[in-house]
């Protein structure tokens, strides 16, 4: 008998192709699909499925049980045995809706500890490991204490929110006066954590029964914050070290006490003398890291994910790569601004395999990705100095001419955290 596999689905890209990564003939599928996602429809060949404007717990609720209910008969009682969402705006209703249907798979209090950043930090502090001085807030003067007992400064943030949606820095108690208003109705679900100058790098990959299998470290040119802000974010790959090894070895600890078993993750953590963690993601890194992880380094970790899930013993092909190194920069579409033309000569950077820039034609390239975005890149080479020196160029040299004639770069800051370059 075929297996029945429920999938929540809010993209289009390639990778909203699911059936591809089973094997054929053995899985029913069945989707509920965020409105705009259709095209997701004939490339999964679903046996059901569902759109809906709104992907929430209660709506996912109604919508599978309709699904059940009319794909049952008397004799036979739909039943899930399998229930995905890759998206990490869908784990923690995904979490749910297993707990309430009885679907095996990662739990709602073992997803919580993957999602709530108080849950993880509290637990990887009971085995010592670095985490950032924290705190959840009950009013501001909790604010303003906290703020006044880290010489650094502070971050707000919310507890399980993704992207630095709603994240704000605040480096003297009138920045949190000001900032307060903005989060006071939300304050219960926000924590107040010190502010860290160092560089921050992640690690992704996965882990099989519990076995670190895969992983590579790679270290942010800006943040997922600048980038809310209309800056470029960059990423690269370190070469294989004793420092990338004290980072794996790190991460290693970290997942071990996070009890992750079967999982794809994306940890992010600052890069000091002693790494300290910043916060992880059971699922695969944004961005461009997928598609470098795959291209460059032959790991797709979208099709790993889904042999975890359907427990498939995977065994790794590895390339001799010891020497390549890989790296993204995306550029973000500025806010009330219409694009006349871009200029920008992409043959005098050889370190960049594939490129996405959007024109005046063809305005909704990234639709299917961040319609906010303006241009990506992706790159790789033998030599870590050539590819940073590649990013930076790029940043450099990339010039969109809107119709008030302002570049990115008068936008932005034109040294992007050079000092990480």
Not at 11 to 22: A, G, P, Q, V
Not at 249 to 278: G, W
Not at 331 to 336: E, G, R, T
């Amino acid at each position: 008998m075929k297996k029945k596999i429920l999938i929540i689905n809010r993209w289009n890209d390639e990778f909203s192709d699911y059936r591809k990564h089973l094997p054929e003939n053995q899985f029913e599928i069945y989707m509920l699909i965020l409105i705009g996602n259709e095209k997701s429809i004939d490339s999964n060949s679903p046996n059901d499925y569902r759109i809906s404007k709104d992907l929430n717990y209660n709506s996912c609720k109604e919508l599978m049980i309709d699904l059940i209910l009319k794909n049952s008969s008397t004799e036979n009682k739909l039943v899930f045995d399998e229930l995905i969402a890759f998206s990490e705006y869908d784990l923690i209703i995904a979490a749910q809706l297993r707990d309430f249907f009885l679907i095996p798979g990662d739990n709602l209090d073992k997803v919580l500890l993957w999602r709530d950043k108080n849950l993880m930090k509290e637990r990887l502090s009971r085995f010592s490991i670095r985490v950032p001085k924290w705190k959840i807030p009950n009013d501001l003067n909790d604010i303003i204490e906290f703020l006044i007992s880290c010489k650094n400064g502070i971050v707000l943030k919310p507890l399980r929110e993704a992207a630095s949606i709603g994240v704000f820095i605040c480096f003297t108690e009138l920045d949190v006066q000001n900032i307060y208003p903005t989060i006071q109705s939300q304050l219960f679900e926000y924590e107040v954590e010190e502010y860290i100058s160092a560089p921050i790098g992640h690690i992704d990959g996965f882990v099989q029964d519990g076995e670190l299998k895969f992983a590579k470290v790679s270290q942010y040119i800006g943040t997922c914050l600048s980038f809310q802000k209309g800056h470029p974010l960059a990423s690269y790959t370190l070469e294989n070290t004793k420092k990338s090894e004290k980072l794996i070895d790190f991460a290693k600890l970290c997942l071990k006490h996070l009890n992750a078993s079967n999982n794809v993750f994306h940890l992010e953590i600052f890069i000091a003398d002693e790494p300290i963690f910043l916060e992880v993601g059971m699922r695969i890194g944004g961005g461009e890291i997928p598609w470098i992880m795959r291209d460059v380094f032959k790991i797709n970790l979208f099709d790993i994910w889904m042999q975890l899930i359907i427990k498939t013993k995977i065994k790794l092909a590895m390339e001799k790569l010891e020497d390549t190194v890989a790296g993204f920069l995306m550029i973000p579409y500025p806010v009330n601004k219409k694009l006349l033309e871009i200029q920008f000569d992409q043959e005098r950077i050889q370190e960049i395999y594939s490129s996405k820039i959007m024109s005046v034609e063809n305005e909704q390239l990234f639709l299917d990705e961040n319609e906010n975005m303006l241009a990506s890149f992706r790159y790789r080479s033998n030599n870590l100095e050539s590819l940073k020196e590649a990013i930076k160029k790029t940043i450099k040299n990339f010039r969109p001419i809107f119709e008030l004639c302002e570049s990115i770069n008068e936008k932005s800051p034109s040294n992007i955290n050079s000092t990480v370059l």
